[in-house]
């Protein structure tokens, strides 16, 4: 009876796959993380912003033109993020470990990034008068939009936070 009876009761372990990520992944995982520090205040002054615009009867030039300069380094972290987390996201498309969350934050980036686009194509024109019923029902639309935006960015960032393997 040499052991060839206990060999076919032996559990038979297949050795999982090894999942190996490239130095570049590693160098766009830093760019994405450190945009999404960078972010977050980036939000809280495009927000404290837009709402001085929009309950100032005559908001100053200066304060419409760094609304402006805000939203577009919000744009260009966002379109960063956008292509480092969608590469990596792809690149870790094997392996499965924080498949889910990597895969539920990439989701909710994309429907953020929609979001801010509708932001974008929302905003009030400069050379509306604050007064006009039509110029407060845009800028109401376009700030429901940009929070809805920026809280679903803000709880997919926190999510990624938080949430570990």
Not at 19 to 47: C, K, M, N, W
Not at 74 to 87: A, D, E, H, K, S
Request: glycine share 8%.
């Amino acid at each position: 009876m040499r052991g060839s009876a206990f060999a076919d009761t032996a559990p038979h372990h297949t050795r999982p796959k090894a999942i190996e990520y490239s130095d570049f992944y590693h160098t766009r995982l830093v760019i994405h993380q450190v945009g999404s520090y960078v972010i977050l205040p980036l939000f809280f002054a495009e927000y404290y912003m837009g709402e001085k615009l929009i309950t100032s009867a005559s908001p100053p030039q200066n304060l419409k033109d760094a609304h402006a300069i805000v939203a577009g380094a919000l744009g260009v972290v966002f379109i960063v993020n956008t292509i480092t987390g969608g590469w990596n996201w792809w690149d870790s498309r094997h392996d499965p470990n924080g498949k889910t969350r990597r895969t539920w934050h990439t989701v909710m980036m994309l429907v953020a990034d929609a979001g801010f686009v509708a932001t974008a194509a929302s905003a009030p024109g400069g050379n509306h008068h604050h007064t006009s019923t039509n110029y407060a029902t845009t800028a109401q639309t376009h700030r429901a939009i940009a929070i809805g935006s920026i809280s679903l960015a803000t709880i997919s960032t926190v999510m990624m936070w938080v949430w570990k393997n």
